[in-house]
């Protein structure tokens, strides 16, 4: 069966004979199952030429279809040709998947330090300090963490807790 193409122009030249006739017009007619598409053919002297464009609008792949070509010599309808045709595309394109990546999301977790032996350095000092200007008693240690805690802003009560329990059993209790 002979191809017309969807995704291109596709020019088809007939040789037209009209002797005796005054006018001589031709058309081509597309005919499909439920319509019928026409177009005017242009006539230079003994041929006729028509361009079908656009037929992905109306056509797809492997429609099959009827064209006949129509012309009219002085009102008088004659169909000199007629074939059938399968529609295809001029360029073949196939694809298949090779691989399909998921993106998955990306956890990452990371354990924060307790800076709990950085604050122990920095209240032995202050206690080291404060021991230099006069003796206090045990219970001003505890004071000195909370205003340390405050101005460091430690809200994490198990780093108080730890640090509170270093020094009971340091200074206090020991």
């Known amino acids: 069966m002979k191809k017309i193409f969807l995704d291109k122009k596709n020019v088809l030249s007939f040789s037209i004979k009209s002797e005796g006739a005054n006018k001589t017009t031709a058309r081509l007619i597309i005919e499909m199952k439920n319509f019928g598409v026409v177009y005017n053919c242009s006539i230079n002297k003994k041929e006729g030429t028509v361009e ?6 109306f056509l797809k792949e492997n429609d099959e279809v009827k064209l006949k070509l129509e012309v009219i010599a002085d009102d008088v309808l004659f169909q000199p040709w007629t074939d059938n045709f399968v529609a295809e595309n001029s360029i073949m394109v196939n694809s298949t998947l090779i691989e399909s990546k998921v993106n998955k999301p990306i956890i990452s977790v990371s354990l924060k330090e307790s800076k709990i032996n950085e604050y122990i350095k920095d209240i032995e000092y202050v206690i080291k300090e404060v021991k230099k200007v006069n003796k ?39």
């Open 52 to 57: 079908l464009t656009n037929l992905k609008n």
């Open 136 to 174: 206090f008693p045990k219970i001003r240690i505890l004071e000195i963490i909370d205003k340390y805690a405050k101005a460091k802003k430690i809200i994490n009560s198990k780093e108080l807790f730890e640090l509170n329990q270093y020094f009971k059993n340091k200074y206090i209790n020991g």
